[in-house]
């Protein structure tokens, strides 16, 4: 794989990623959009009384164009930025082939990125949540993020300096360990937000945060599962070039 340029991969990276965005899209659709559609109707009987705003932008236009843009844009980037992980950890996370570190990237990405910041902070329908907080509330949840993906990675490396002392298996699950410790330390210590109204279904609130994790989840294992595929094609065709380079290199000393 050391003939496979960054260019290479990063180019199937954002294809999978296109992919995987294009298959989310369709899950968020048929099964996000109509919880959607219901909130904001128990948010406009709420605010009936109270004038609601002018609508900038369609309901329309929100559910099919906007919704488009917003996840395909959305999984080419993590396309992109997966795959340049990818070229780092492809050899230095254990004896795994392209597939299998495909997947395994694919699988951390949607715990550390989207599941465990989901743990804390879950994704809450129109009509849940003060709008004074949203901002405070924005900043927590990527914050959330960026110590989730850290700590994983803080995890990964030590991880690999136990291996040689405990073993890869009694290695991996110390540093696991540590990482579900530390990370629920921080979750305590993060301020947390209960704004869902009494008056709010907690069957439509269930619902809608199953379909946003479904959509993530549909994202993430299309996204492994195209990308190692296109990489493990990608492969002997390396392979195959370096070994012609090698053969012209020794024929061209031979005949000098």
């Not at 496979?4 to 199937?12: D, F, P």
């Not at 530390?182 to 008056?199: H, Q, R, T, W, Y």
């Not at 809608?208 to 549909?218: G, S």
């Amino acid at each position: 794989m050391n003939s496979i340029s960054v260019r290479a991969l990063l180019v199937r990276g954002m294809l999978a990623g296109l992919a995987a965005g294009a298959l989310a899209l369709v899950v968020a659709y048929f099964l996000g959009e109509s919880r959607v559609d219901a909130a904001i109707a128990l948010e406009e009987a709420h605010s009936h009384d109270h004038g609601g705003g002018e609508e900038l932008v369609s309901r329309t236009m929100q559910s099919t164009a906007g919704l488009a843009t917003g996840v395909l844009v959305f999984g080419v980037a993590i396309g992109g930025i997966a795959a340049l992980v990818f070229c780092y950890a492809l050899g230095r996370i254990g004896r795994f082939g392209p597939r299998a570190t495909a997947a395994l990237i694919a699988g951390a990405a949607l715990l550390t990125v989207y599941i465990v910041p989901f743990l804390k902070y879950p994704a809450n329908p129109p009509a849940v949540g003060n709008p004074d907080t949203i901002g405070r509330r924005t900043a927590l949840f990527f914050l959330m993020v960026a110590l989730s993906v850290l700590l994983a990675v803080a995890a990964v490396i030590f991880g690999k300096r136990l291996a040689p002392r405990l073993g890869n298996w009694n290695a991996t699950i110390t540093a696991s360990a540590a990482y579900v410790v530390v990370i629920g330390v921080a979750c305590a210590f993060l301020p947390s937000f209960d704004e869902v109204g009494k008056d709010f279904p907690a069957g439509l609130l269930w619902e809608f945060r199953l379909a946003t994790l479904a959509v993530q989840a549909t994202l993430w294992i299309t996204f492994g599962l195209v990308f190692g595929w296109l990489t493990e094609r990608l492969a002997p065709r390396a392979d195959s070039v370096r070994a012609g380079n090698g053969a012209a290199n020794r024929a061209a000393t031979a005949a000098g």
